[in-house]
């Protein structure tokens, strides 16, 4: 299809602090697993004809087999989650797809997402779509294809369709972050049936705003439940469609300062999710669709190009400024939240398993330290027998020869006669 692969080696990315975490917990559990394996082979050995351990003992450390082994697994799917959120034609999927570098989501005029797209790296070369609870992947090969799957389908509003496409093309998908589009938050009466199906792993929210407006009751009201179910959510505003701005530059400044004014109170003081000074990181003005643009030029791909207002490359910069303080907050986020947990865990079996080894070691000495007495006891006993043994021997003999002295004394007495 034309693909570019991105072959840029992203080591400088704040991405790569969860990848390196993700890494090093997967090392960390191949060995607890192997060291898990070692106990079980041990403790069969002990529990054969010496019976040091007992068959509950072997069962018990069994069991951790399968714990490590479940845990590998969930480490193995362990992804950043972010989750974006807005009216309807505000510039979600254009977002998701300046930050994927390629056209992947229908976007446009005509074109609504009505139901949940979760965009994750496949591991092969094809791109496919899956619904949620169903196995059959349906093969895509282009975004209007894509667009016609969706409609096709007729998803419900809060159902989940995948949209698996190869990693190799995003540097993003690659990097493990799964990106979740929404229908508009003006759509829907179901908030909190959303929030709980599919934000409550979310390790950073997106408001897509519109510049062109102010920030609306239904999206601030998303966020406020949001945040009642959440404690401390990352949240990001972007104010998109900033290059409407262009058109009007005598005003852009105080537009901007309103809007961000705006978006400060509503971090800080409405929703307190953070200080002020750290809701100053958390909002920037971009073009969305500018910044997809630039992104397919410098990938060569076909794009009808309008020329660019001015001050896209300001926008443009912005757009990546923002990337990157994305990054740093959902890499730390989700090394906080999934690993810690994993690390704790492992901690827990490592100690357990221990723990376990420790009392059959104990059991073992115990046990060595009984037969040894009882070695000695019979030592004694032996010894004991041994010393009356040789004092009847004595005795014996002395009568024997006293025996034999008399008889031969009786026998010469006989024979003088
Ligand atoms: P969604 O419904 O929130 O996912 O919105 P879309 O991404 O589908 O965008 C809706 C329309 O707005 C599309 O025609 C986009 O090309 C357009 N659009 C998105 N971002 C921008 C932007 O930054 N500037 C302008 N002028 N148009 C945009």
Not at 203 to 209: E, G, H
Not at 368 to 387: F, G, N
Not at 394 to 410: A, F, L, T
Request: aromatic share 6%; with cysteine.
């Amino acid at each position: 299809n034309g693909a570019v692969r991105v072959n840029m080696t992203n080591v400088d990315s704040p991405l790569q602090i969860f990848v390196r975490a993700k890494k090093k917990i997967n090392d960390i559990f191949i060995e607890i697993d192997d060291y898990v394996k070692d106990a079980v082979t041990f403790m069969h050995a002990v529990s054969g004809e010496n019976k040091i351990a007992t068959s509950q003992d072997v069962a018990n450390i069994e069991a951790y087999v399968n714990k490590v082994q479940a845990i590998r697994e969930v480490l193995k799917r362990d992804h950043m989650k972010v989750a974006f959120f807005g009216r309807t034609s505000n510039g979600k999927s254009t977002v998701i797809n300046a930050m994927l570098h390629d056209k992947i989501l229908p976007s446009g005029i005509g074109h609504t997402t009505n139901c949940f797209l979760q965009v994750e790296g496949s591991d092969t070369d094809e791109a496919f779509l899956r619904t949620e609870g169903s196995e059959e992947k349906l093969n895509v090969q282009s975004v209007s294809q894509l667009g016609h799957a969706l409609c096709a389908s007729r998803l419900q509003e809060c159902a989940l369709v995948h949209v698996h496409w190869p990693r190799e093309l995003c540097a993003l998908l690659r990097d493990d972050v799964v990106l979740v589009d929404s229908p508009g938050v003006d759509v829907t009466p179901n908030l909190d049936q959303w929030i709980d199906r599919y934000c409550l792993d979310a390790d950073v929210f997106v408001l897509v705003a519109n510049a062109e407006s102010t920030l609306m009751v239904t999206e601030k009201n998303f966020f406020h439940k949001v945040s009642t179910k959440i404690s401390q959510p990352n949240i990001f505003i972007l104010n998109n469609r900033w290059d409407a701005s262009a058109s009007e530059p005598e005003y852009l400044d105080q537009v901007r300062t309103q809007h961000a004014n705006r978006c400060v109170d509503f971090l800080s003081r409405e929703l307190r999710v953070c200080t002020p000074k750290e809701a100053e990181e958390r909002i920037f003005f971009i073009s969305a669709k500018e910044a997809l643009l630039t992104r397919m030029r410098e990938r060569e791909k076909p794009v009808s190009s309008p020329i660019l207002a001015d001050g896209h490359q300001v926008r443009y910069f912005e757009f990546v400024d923002f990337e990157r303080k994305f990054e740093e907050c959902i890499s730390q986020s989700a090394v906080r939240t999934k690993f810690a947990q994993h690390s704790r865990r492992g901690k827990n079996i490592a100690a357990d398993v221990m723990a376990a080894l420790d009392q059959v070691y104990n059991k073992a000495s115990d046990m060595k330290s009984s037969k040894v007495e009882k070695q000695r006891v019979l030592h004694e006993q032996l010894s004991a027998v041994e010393e009356q043994l040789t004092a009847i021997t004595r005795q014996m003999k002395d009568k024997i020869g006293r025996m034999v002295e008399s008889v031969e004394h009786k026998v010469s007495l006989t024979l003088s006669q």
